[in-house]
Each structure stands twice: as structure tokens, then as C-alpha cells.
């Protein structure tokens, strides 16, 4: 019989052996800044009244009720357009892979700018697919003309854009968007809006899908403030989710997830108002930023600002000594080179962020 090594070896894909996994940074006793998470925990109150909803939930029973419940809570919220259908999924990063599921036809592709968000390659690899990145300018703007060049030359299926880019944090220039989104529909291809970072965004498309069929809008409830729940959403033409809906695993969002979105959208305006406190913060830490001598920041429409330093890895290690974590990109794409990526924390967070980032540079 064979060791396990050499079962292995027989039978996991070649690809996914090179792989390596999903590395997350260790934050124990750090003031953690470095994944895009709400910083704010929820009232005793709330906690309370949480606790008491979840402890009614009849777990003994496949999620259907509570999910068509959430369906139809989210529509509300997101102001349904007409003629649209609200999909759900385990965090976005769930929907993303779906979408390379669904539209893995012979010779399809997948392609998005780079720096942009490492999900779109992955699930494309994943699945197969051949994955098509396009670099930004140098100032992390879409390279409009190389964008439709791509477009033209590969008819990719899927199209991403991350809206606003992450982690680059910015909003791309809204005429290029369009014409992008033009181009994509004339080759019969489709645009996804990811707009995970939607609360803290000055523009968003939700409003415009009725006028393109083929887009779709994605969001998520993670860094709107539970990203330990799971919970992602995708907003499209009703026949354009009827057919990517088929390959969602039939139970994908559990009872206890359903509740505590729903817990969450009867309480919305407490997250409307964190993310109004995390939008003041983001434009005082801007401010801040501009005066270090160093550090360039640049313009942000989300709760976190990419920030160039004279020695990123320098100034990382430096700040982590100093107990705050935030991300070194600048091994995630060549156009990052010395960049860190760092996340709005709540007023006193973003105080020994700004302190450790001087005494590190
Ligand atoms: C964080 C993030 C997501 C993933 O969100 P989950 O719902 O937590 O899976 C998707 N897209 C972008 C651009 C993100 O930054």
C-alpha cells in the first residue's frame, strides 16, 4: 500500500500542491488594523439582544425560512432595482468562486487590474480558467486603453471591478469604468462590481444595473462591521441569477448567520453611524499622514489608505514591535513596491497607529 505522501502525491492536482494556503497574520495582543474589519463590538445591549435572538433560532432545521427572510430583508435595504434578484452567499468570497463555476465554458477567462483583489485569480485558477491581469497606471488608476485592448483580445467571461479597488482603497475615474463596462458588453461577457467597501464609498453602481443586464453588483456585510459572520450578497438581472443561483450549494448560509444579519439590518443605523465615525477618522488620518515626512498616502473611498514609506517591510516590522499590525503589500504586486496597507480603527487605534508609523519610518 502506498505511504499518504505518495497517495497524495497521486491524487491532490498538481496546481493546488505548489499552492500555498491562505496566509493570515498572527494578531494576538497587537491592535489589529491589517484586514479591513469594523473595529467597533457591539453594545452589552445588543449583545443581549443578539444572544436572546440566536438562542430562539430552530437549529434542528435546514436554513430555508430565515434565508428567503434575509432575501427579502437585504432587497429592502439595497433598494432592489426593478427587474433585479438578490443572491446570497458565505461571505463574497463564496459568490466569487461560484461565478467561476457557472461561467467555466470551453475557453473561458477571467480578468481584472492588478493590484486588485487576489480572490478573482485564485477562484479562476481554481477553476481552471485561464486568468487575465491587467496592470494599473502607475497611481492606481485603471489602464483604460490596455483594459479594452484585453477585453477585445480575450472576450473574458467575468470582468472585475473592485469598487472601490482594494488595496489600492481608491474609486476608479467613473468614465472609464463605463466604457469598460461597454466594451465588455459588446463581447457578450459580464462585469462585476465588487463592492465590498460600499459603506465608506462616495459612488456606488447599484443604481445603474437596470440599465446593464450584464452587470452585476457584489457587497458584503463583513467590513460593514460582521465579518465573522459570513455573509455575502450579489445583485443582478433576474435570469442573470436564476442561472448562477444553480450552483450554490443549497444550504450555504446557516440559521445562525441569517439571524444575525437580520439582528444587524433592524439595527442598521448603529452601523451607519460606525462607518460615519470610520469616515471622519479615514479623512483625519489622511490629513495626518500628509504631514509625516516619508510617507505618501493615497486618496481612499474605504475604510482603509495604502501609504508609500521609504522601506515597507522597515516600517511594518517597526510598528508591530510597537503593537500595531497592519499589511505589507508590497510583495503582492510590483506597482506596491514599499507599500503598506493600512486599515481606520476606532480614534485612539488610529492614534498608535499614526505614532508607531513615525517612530518606524
Ligand atoms: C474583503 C473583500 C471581499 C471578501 O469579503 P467576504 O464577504 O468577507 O468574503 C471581497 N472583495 C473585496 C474587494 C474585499 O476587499
Not at 448562477?244 to 448603529?270: G, M
Not at 516590522?317 to 508590497?330: D, F, P, Q, T, Y
Request: aromatic residues 6%; glycine residues 6%; neutral net charge.
Amino acid at each position: 500500500m502506498a505511504t499518504l505522501d505518495e497517495r497524495l502525491k497521486k491524487t491532490i492536482r498538481q496546481d493546488i500542491q505548489s499552492m500555498h494556503a491562505y496566509a493570515i497574520q498572527n494578531s494576538a495582543g497587537l491592535v489589529k488594523l491589517d484586514a479591513m474589519e469594523n473595529p467597533f463590538r457591539l453594545s452589552e445591549a445588543l449583545q443581549k439582544e443578539l444572544g436572546e435572538r440566536l438562542g430562539r433560532v430552530a437549529i434542528n432545521r435546514y436554513p430555508v425560512v430565515c434565508v428567503a427572510d434575509v432575501i427579502t430583508a437585504l432587497s429592502t435595504y439595497v433598494k432592489l432595482p426593478a427587474g433585479c434578484k438578490l443572491m446570497l452567499g458565505n461571505g463574497s468570497d463564496e459568490l466569487i468562486s461560484l461565478l467561476a463555476l457557472a461561467c467555466d465554458v470551453p475557453g473561458a477567462s477571467i480578468l481584472a487590474p492588478l493590484p486588485g483583489f487576489v480572490m478573482y485569480e485564485m477562484s479562476a485558477k481554481l477553476q481552471g480558467l485561464k486568468f487575465i491581469g491587467v496592470p494599473l497606471s502607475t497611481n492606481f488608476e485603471l489602464d483604460e486603453a490596455a483594459m479594452l485592448a484585453a477585453i477585445e483580445a480575450h472576450r473574458p467571461a467575468i470582468t472585475w471591478i473592485a469598487y472601490p479597488n482594494n488595496p489600492t482603497a481608491n474609486l476608479f475615474d467613473e468614465g472609464a469604468v463605463e466604457r469598460i463596462v461597454a466594451a465588455v458588453g459588446k463581447q457578450n461577457g459580464l462585469v462585476v462590481m465588487d463592492e465590498a467597501y460600499q459603506p465608506f464609498s462616495s459612488r456606488s453602481w447599484m443604481g445603474k444595473v437596470t440599465q446593464h443586464e450584464h452587470v452585476l453588483v457584489m457587497r458584503t456585510l463583513s467590513k460593514f462591521g460582521l465579518a465573522g459572520v459570513r455573509l455575502g450578497y450579489m445583485v443582478g438581472a433576474a435570469a442573470l441569477i436564476d442561472e448562477v443561483d444553480k450552483v450554490r450549494p443549497p444550504y450555504n448560509i446557516s440559521a445562525l448567520n441569517a439571524e444575525a444579519t437580520l439582528f444587524a439590518l433592524d439595527h442598521a443605523d448603529v452601523f451607519a453611524a460606525q462607518a460615519e465615525v470610520l469616515r471622519a477618522e479615514r479623512a483625519k488620518l489622511l490629513r495626518l499622514l500628509a504631514e509625516v515626512p516619508g510617507a505618501q498616502p493615497f486618496p481612499s473611498d474605504a475604510n482603509m489608505i495604502l501609504v508609500r514609506v521609504p522601506d515597507s517591510r522597515k516600517a511594518f516590522e517597526g510598528m508591530r514591535a510597537r503593537g500595531v499590525l497592519v499589511k505589507n503589500i508590497e510583495a503582492l504586486h510590483p506597482l506596491l513596491k514599499n507599500c503598506l496597507r493600512l486599515t481606520v480603527g476606532t480614534p485612539e487605534e488610529n492614534t498608535l497607529m499614526i505614532d508607531a508609523l513615525k517612530a518606524s519610518l
